[in-house]
């Protein structure tokens, strides 16, 4: 069956590191990823597109990478502050613009 | 520009009761979506709209939902009977048109559904 898969642990880390998420699928062959930020009650927010032609997508702090061999993407933030504290969502795009979610995992960035 | 407009922002029902929730996607936005979020889990797709016509409803309970996108701008999504299980964030997400290419989704709020 379809799987995507994030640490379900939450990830903690210093201010001014850097935040490194993981995604990982099974049985898929996503021709977009995409990953979200929720904040507690708040539906999420889209932060980055990449496509599966693309290695690597930048947006300010924010970098995603795509190997579609490994059937992986990692998100990092750079210089992560508290603000970044939120649930980041991956989720991949097959046919029909149709998003299937990850569970998401939760980043808490301590001073 | 305005975001989605959900209403209620919170509802409690008793099981068996039905419920209704309303969506006002982002102006232009013919693609919406209706996403069900149990605590602690990613959003499951209930149903995609583009304009008035459904376009995937595979994951909709159909012997409980409905919904519905009558002249292709705001959507109603009811539940009738509800269950304990139904007990979740309602999403409502929009985006450009999916058929001239892939975009990110813009959410609203949710409604939170209570059933006790």
């Known amino acids: 069956s379809q799987k995507i898969e994030q640490n379900s642990e939450a990830l903690n880390i210093q201010e001014g590191k850097t935040a490194t998420l993981t995604c990982n699928y099974t049985?898929?062959?996503?021709?977009?990823l995409q990953w979200y930020r929720q904040d507690p009650g708040r539906g999420p927010v889209f932060l980055l597109l990449?496509?599966?032609?693309?290695k690597e997508k930048r947006k300010e702090r924010l970098k995603v990478t795509f190997d579609t061999t490994l059937k992986q993407s990692l998100f990092h933030i750079t210089a992560s502050q508290p603000a970044d504290s939120a649930t980041y969502l991956c989720?991949?795009?097959?046919?029909?613009?149709?998003?299937?979610f990850g569970t998401g995992t939760q980043l808490k960035v301590e001073l | 520009e305005a975001g989605v407009a959900q209403s209620p922002r919170y509802k409690i029902i008793e099981k068996r009761q039905s419920v209704a929730f309303w969506c006002n996607p982002i102006s232009g936005h013919a693609t919406l979506y209706w996403y069900q979020q149990i605590l602690g889990q990613g959003p499951k797709l209930l149903i995609q709209f583009q304009n008035n016509g459904v376009v995937d409803d595979s994951q909709l309970p159909k012997d409980r939902f409905s919904a519905e996108r009558l002249k292709g701008v705001d959507s109603t999504l009811k539940i009738q009977p509800a269950k304990l299980e139904d007990s979740a964030v309602y999403l409502c997400?929009?985006?450009?048109?999916?058929?001239?290419?892939?975009?990110?989704?813009?959410f609203g709020s949710g409604t939170r559904l209570t059933v006790v």
């Open positions: 990449i496509r599966e032609n693309e």
């Open positions: 989720a991949l795009t097959g046919g029909g613009n149709k998003l299937t």
């Open positions: 997400a929009s985006s450009l048109d999916y058929r001239t290419g892939i975009y990110g989704y813009t």
């Open positions: 049985n898929y062959s996503p021709a977009y």
